[in-house]
């Protein structure tokens, strides 16, 4: 069974950082890829970021511009997690963070693990 | 950036038809997923590929995708359906993807 679990999440003020980690359990990780969507409270889901799974060639990433330059997102195979490293944290980045598994040939996020908080406050 | 607009709401009683709304310029060019999301739960993927279900979603869920409007129909509709409804598509152009606002589904 395909399980996916957030970490790292909690509070923290504008200008710091924070690491997300995503353990993934159940399937063949380094063959999916992983993407992070975020919820602000009351409001619609916005995807964050793509990294691609171990078969490309360059694995790219993809950033939203809301998050470009201050988060980036990367992966270890071997402990079968994603990551998210936060940086310049801001009011607005508050959101429950979920990471989700791309299912085979873009179609859609298949699974989701339950997501962790992340609030920025001083 | 690509930009998909949904309708805030949507009412319907027990045992209609429920049709939300997804507008894009030429969408039905773009494959289209669906999301359904219930507070304090992950969201979970309803139909795929405009119209293709996973395991596991009854086949009252349905989809549609042509010109610039894809559809989500839920036939009917039970209580339990009552959650917000997200589409999702992928823009080549950006290399992004994109939701819609989401459409809050409430069942009367």
């Known amino acids: 069974e395909v399980h996916l679990v957030e970490s790292g999440g909690g509070l923290v003020q504008p200008g710091g950082s924070l690491r997300l980690s995503c353990a993934a359990s159940?399937?063949?990780?380094?063959?999916?890829?992983m993407n992070w969507v975020r919820q602000a409270p009351g409001k619609g889901l916005e995807w964050v970021s793509f990294?691609?799974?171990?078969?490309?060639?360059?694995?790219?990433?993809y950033y939203a511009d809301s998050v470009k330059g201050r988060f980036t997102i990367s992966r270890d195979n071997a402990k079968n997690s994603v990551y998210l490293q936060m940086n310049s944290l801001r009011v607005d980045d508050t959101a429950v963070y979920y990471c989700?598994?791309?299912?085979?040939?873009?179609?859609?996020?298949?699974?989701w693990g339950q997501g962790t908080l992340v609030t920025v406050s001083s | 950036s690509y930009v998909l607009t949904q309708p805030p709401s949507v009412s319907v009683a027990p045992g209609q038809t429920a049709r939300m709304t997804c507008g894009g310029n030429?969408?039905?060019?773009?494959?289209v997923h669906w999301y359904q999301k219930k507070p304090g739960q992950a969201p979970e993927l309803v139909v795929y590929?405009?119209?293709d279900r996973p395991s596991g979603i009854p086949e009252r869920f349905s989809g549609s995708n042509s010109g610039n409007t894809a559809t989500l129909t839920i036939s009917r509709v039970e209580a339990g359906d009552e959650a917000d409804y997200y589409c999702?598509?992928?823009?080549?152009?950006?290399?992004?993807?994109?939701f819609g606002g989401g459409t809050k589904l409430t069942v009367l």
């Open positions: 159940g399937f063949t990780f380094s063959d999916y890829g």
């Open positions: 989700a598994r791309e299912a085979v040939g873009a179609r859609g996020f298949d699974y």
């Open positions: 999702q598509v992928w823009d080549s152009r950006s290399d992004h993807w994109v």
């Open positions: 590929d405009d119209s």
């Open positions: 990294i691609n799974s171990r078969r490309s060639t360059g694995s790219p990433k």
């Open positions: 030429n969408i039905g060019s773009k494959s």
